[in-house]
Protein backbone atom coordinates (compact mmCIF):
# COMPACT_ATOMS: atom_id res chain seq x y z
CA UNK A 1 0.00 0.00 0.00
CA UNK A 2 1.05 3.48 -0.32
CA UNK A 3 0.12 7.04 0.43
CA UNK A 4 0.27 10.07 -1.80
CA UNK A 5 0.56 13.76 -0.69
CA UNK A 6 -0.14 16.77 -3.45
CA UNK A 7 1.57 19.99 -3.37
CA UNK A 8 2.79 22.54 -5.38
CA UNK A 9 -0.24 23.96 -6.06
CA UNK A 10 -1.71 27.84 -5.63
CA UNK A 11 -2.98 30.80 -7.56
CA UNK A 12 -1.26 31.60 -10.38
CA UNK A 13 -1.79 34.36 -13.74
CA UNK A 14 -2.44 33.08 -17.26
CA UNK A 15 0.87 32.21 -19.08
CA UNK A 16 3.01 31.45 -15.31
CA UNK A 17 4.23 27.95 -14.48
CA UNK A 18 4.22 25.82 -11.70
CA UNK A 19 5.19 22.32 -10.63
CA UNK A 20 3.29 20.25 -8.13
CA UNK A 21 4.63 17.23 -6.41
CA UNK A 22 3.23 13.91 -4.90
CA UNK A 23 5.43 12.65 -2.33
CA UNK A 24 5.12 8.97 -1.79
CA UNK A 25 5.29 6.69 1.45
CA UNK A 26 4.89 3.27 2.27
CA UNK A 27 5.24 0.92 -0.39
CA UNK A 28 8.13 2.11 -2.86
CA UNK A 29 6.95 4.42 -5.65
CA UNK A 30 8.97 2.67 -7.98
CA UNK A 31 6.09 -0.63 -7.80
CA UNK A 32 3.81 1.61 -9.67
CA UNK A 33 2.40 3.41 -12.98
CA UNK A 34 1.40 6.69 -11.62
CA UNK A 35 -0.71 9.58 -13.01
CA UNK A 36 -1.95 12.97 -12.54
CA UNK A 37 -5.71 13.41 -12.62
CA UNK A 38 -7.48 16.89 -12.37
CA UNK A 39 -11.24 18.16 -11.73
CA UNK A 40 -12.74 21.01 -12.13
CA UNK A 41 -15.52 22.63 -10.53
CA UNK A 42 -19.09 20.52 -12.05
CA UNK A 43 -16.86 18.54 -13.72
CA UNK A 44 -15.46 14.81 -14.16
CA UNK A 45 -12.21 13.68 -13.35
CA UNK A 46 -9.60 13.97 -16.23
CA UNK A 47 -6.65 11.86 -17.27
CA UNK A 48 -3.56 14.87 -17.30
CA UNK A 49 -0.42 12.41 -17.40
CA UNK A 50 1.19 9.21 -16.94
CA UNK A 51 4.27 7.63 -16.48
CA UNK A 52 5.88 3.94 -16.51
CA UNK A 53 7.53 2.75 -13.49
CA UNK A 54 10.81 3.22 -14.95
CA UNK A 55 9.99 6.72 -16.05
CA UNK A 56 10.96 6.04 -19.96
CA UNK A 57 7.48 5.92 -21.08
CA UNK A 58 4.87 8.75 -20.72
CA UNK A 59 1.42 9.60 -22.28
CA UNK A 60 -0.56 12.86 -21.86
CA UNK A 61 -3.85 14.51 -22.54
CA UNK A 62 -4.19 16.40 -25.95
CA UNK A 63 -5.13 19.96 -23.68
CA UNK A 64 -1.70 19.75 -22.15
CA UNK A 65 0.66 18.07 -24.42
CA UNK A 66 3.55 20.66 -24.80
CA UNK A 67 3.04 22.63 -22.42
CA UNK A 68 3.00 19.94 -19.47
CA UNK A 69 5.79 16.88 -18.25
CA UNK A 70 5.28 14.38 -15.97
CA UNK A 71 8.89 13.30 -14.84
CA UNK A 72 9.36 10.62 -11.38
CA UNK A 73 12.35 10.66 -8.90
CA UNK A 74 12.22 6.61 -7.85
CA UNK A 75 14.96 7.48 -5.25
CA UNK A 76 13.34 10.23 -3.44
CA UNK A 77 9.82 8.81 -3.89
CA UNK A 78 8.49 11.33 -5.67
CA UNK A 79 6.09 12.27 -8.84
CA UNK A 80 6.05 15.53 -10.69
CA UNK A 81 4.11 17.41 -12.96
CA UNK A 82 5.94 20.63 -14.44
CA UNK A 83 3.04 23.14 -16.00
CA UNK A 84 4.10 25.42 -18.26
CA UNK A 85 2.15 27.89 -19.91
CA UNK A 86 -0.63 27.74 -17.77
CA UNK A 87 -4.26 28.55 -18.70
CA UNK A 88 -7.78 29.52 -17.14
CA UNK A 89 -9.21 26.07 -17.71
CA UNK A 90 -5.95 24.45 -16.40
CA UNK A 91 -8.06 25.28 -12.65
CA UNK A 92 -8.45 22.29 -11.13
CA UNK A 93 -7.79 20.44 -8.23
CA UNK A 94 -4.69 18.04 -9.52
CA UNK A 95 -4.49 14.57 -7.78
CA UNK A 96 -1.64 11.78 -8.35
CA UNK A 97 -2.29 8.40 -8.36
CA UNK A 98 -1.06 5.16 -8.56
CA UNK A 99 -1.90 1.83 -9.28
CA UNK A 100 0.56 -2.18 -10.01
CA UNK A 101 -1.99 -3.57 -12.19
CA UNK A 102 -2.29 -1.69 -15.52
CA UNK A 103 0.03 0.19 -18.29
CA UNK A 104 0.06 2.44 -21.32
CA UNK A 105 -3.45 3.94 -22.72
CA UNK A 106 -4.89 2.29 -19.76
CA UNK A 107 -2.93 4.77 -17.62
CA UNK A 108 -5.63 6.98 -18.59
CA UNK A 109 -8.79 5.23 -16.84
CA UNK A 110 -9.51 7.29 -13.39
CA UNK A 111 -10.65 3.53 -12.39
CA UNK A 112 -7.74 1.68 -13.16
CA UNK A 113 -6.06 3.20 -10.48
CA UNK A 114 -5.47 2.14 -6.82
CA UNK A 115 -4.33 4.94 -4.81
CA UNK A 116 -4.85 8.86 -4.42
CA UNK A 117 -3.81 11.59 -3.13
CA UNK A 118 -5.71 14.35 -1.28
CA UNK A 119 -5.68 16.56 -4.40
CA UNK A 120 -4.02 19.88 -4.77
CA UNK A 121 -5.55 23.14 -5.53
CA UNK A 122 -4.74 25.23 -8.97
CA UNK A 123 -6.33 28.24 -9.74
CA UNK A 124 -5.14 30.54 -13.55
CA UNK A 125 -6.72 33.63 -13.58
CA UNK A 126 -6.63 35.35 -16.79
Known amino acids: QVQLVESGGGLVQAGASLRLSCAAS????????MGWFRQAPGKEREFVAA????????NYADSVKGRFTISRDNAKNTLYLQMNSLKPEDTAVYYC???????????????????WGQGTHVTVSS
Open 97 to 115: AANARYSGTWLRVPQNYDY
Open 51 to 58: ISRGGGDT
Open 26 to 33: GRTVSSYE
